[in-house]
T-cell receptor, first 112, second 115 residues
C-alpha cells in the first residue's frame, strides 16, 4: 500500500530563507509523487510531479523537489522564501493504478 | 483527528444514469469544500469550489449541468454526475476546509465506473 508522511504540520521560515518541506513515502511499486499547494480559500494547485526520469524536478514559483529512492523521500525546497509562499503544501503519491494518497499537509508560514 | 468521509468509495453504473457522491466532514464544520477529478496516473483537477449555502464555483471547462454540486449544510456536500457516460469514469476526491482553523482535509475518494 502507498502512504505519505509529511514531517511537521507547521513550518516557519523568514522571508529570504531556504524553504524545506519534508515528505517521505511508502510504496510497493515505483511511485508517482506530487506536491500541491493550496492558498487560503482556494483549491489545490499542482507545484510539481515526479513520474520517471530526472530525479530533480523543477516546478512553478521557484520550487523544486528531489526524488531519493534510497531515502524514500521527496522533499520540497525553495532557495529563498517569499511572503506569497505562505500556504498549505501537500505531498501525494499515486495509490495503486490510480487515485492519490495525500500527506496531511504542511502549513508554511513566512515571517517578515 | 478530523475526518472527511466520501461515500460511496466506488460505484459502477450504467450509461445514462445519474450518480450521487457524498462528502461529509465528520467532526468539524466546513464552509468550503472542493471537488477534484483524477484520471489514471494523472494529477488532480479541481472541478469546483463549493461554499455552504451558495452556488458552487466551477473551473473553466467543467460542465455545471453535468456535475451538479450541492452544499446544503456545513458538513455535507454532494456531487451528482448526471446522465453518466463512460468518459465520466474517473476518481473523484473531495476536500473540506475547517471553518474555524482553515485546515484542509481530504476524503478518500470515490471511484466511478460507467459501463
Amino acid at each position: 500500500a502507498q502512504s505519505v508522511t509529511q514531517l511537521g504540520s507547521h513550518v516557519s521560515v523568514s522571508e529570504g530563507a531556504l524553504v524545506l518541506l519534508r515528505c517521505n513515502y511508502s510504496s510497493s511499486v515505483p511511485p508517482y509523487l506530487f506536491w500541491y499547494v493550496q492558498y487560503p480559500n482556494q483549491g489545490l494547485q499542482l507545484l510539481l510531479k515526479y513520474t520517471t526520469g530526472a530525479t530533480l524536478v523543477k516546478g512553478i514559483n521557484g520550487f523544486e523537489a528531489e526524488f531519493k529512492k534510497s531515502e524514500t523521500s521527496f522533499h520540497l525546497t525553495k532557495p529563498s522564501a517569499h511572503m506569497s509562499d505562505a500556504a498549505e503544501y501537500f505531498c501525494a503519491v499515486i495509490r495503486g493504478a490510480d487515485g492519490l494518497t495525500f500527506g496531511k499537509g504542511t502549513h508554511l508560514i513566512i515571517q517578515p | 483527528g478530523a475526518v472527511v468521509s466520501q461515500h460511496p468509495s466506488w460505484v459502477i453504473c450504467k450509461s445514462g444514469t445519474s450518480v450521487k457522491i457524498e462528502c461529509r466532514s465528520l467532526d468539524f464544520q466546513a464552509t468550503t469544500m472542493f471537488w477534484y477529478r483524477q484520471f489514471p496516473k494523472q494529477s488532480l483537477m479541481l472541478m469546483a469550489t463549493s461554499n455552504e449555502g451558495s452556488k458552487a464555483t466551477y473551473e473553466q471547462g467543467v460542465e455545471k449541468d453535468k456535475f451538479l454540486i450541492n452544499h446544503a449544510s456545513l458538513t455535507l456536500s454532494t456531487l451528482t454526475v448526471t446522465s453518466a457516460h463512460p468518459e465520466d469514469s474517473s476518481f473523484y476526491i473531495c476536500s473540506a476546509s475547517n471553518r474555524n482553523t482553515g485546515e484542509l482535509f481530504f476524503g478518500e475518494g470515490s471511484r466511478l465506473t460507467v459501463l
